[in-house]
Nanobody, 121 residues
Framework: VQLQASGGGLVQPGGSLRLSCAAS????????IGWFRQAPGKEREWVSC????????YYADSVKGRFTISRDNAKNTVYLQMNSLKPGDTAVYYC???????????????WGQGTQLTVSS
């Protein structure tokens, strides 16, 4: 079971970027996928999650209305569309898989390597 987050980069405040979480060795269809982020000197925090069962989505208050999580089962990939980016969104972003959505990091058993997002002018 392997997950790989990608798509990070340097973006100006107010800009947009889309992160991808690709799976290898298993089918994402059967898993809830969560996005987390970790800023320098801070703990890793939950950002968003999408269920496998009905596609329900959940967001942290800090990103609600700006970020959109989606999945493309045909491509075995989950996306995080990030709009109206702020410097406070700067972090390493990780995706993780589990049976159901949760805001608790410890509930997620499979983690991918992160991708760096920097929001700066």
């Amino acid at each position: 079971v392997q997950l790989q987050a990608s798509g990070g980069g340097l973006v100006q405040p107010g800009g947009s970027l889309r992160l991808s979480c690709a799976a290898s060795g298993f089918t994402l269809d059967y898993y809830a996928i969560g996005w987390f982020r970790q800023a320098p000197g801070k703990e890793r925090e939950w950002v968003s999650c999408i269920e496998s069962s009905d596609g329900s989505t959940y967001y942290a208050d800090s990103v609600k209305g700006r970020f959109t999580i989606s999945r493309d089962n045909a491509k075995n990939t989950v996306y995080l569309q990030m709009n109206s980016l702020k410097p406070g969104d700067t972090a390493v972003y990780y995706c993780a898989a589990d049976a159901d959505c949760s805001t608790t990091l410890a509930d997620f058993g499979s983690w991918g390597q992160g991708t760096q997002l920097t929001v700066s002018s």
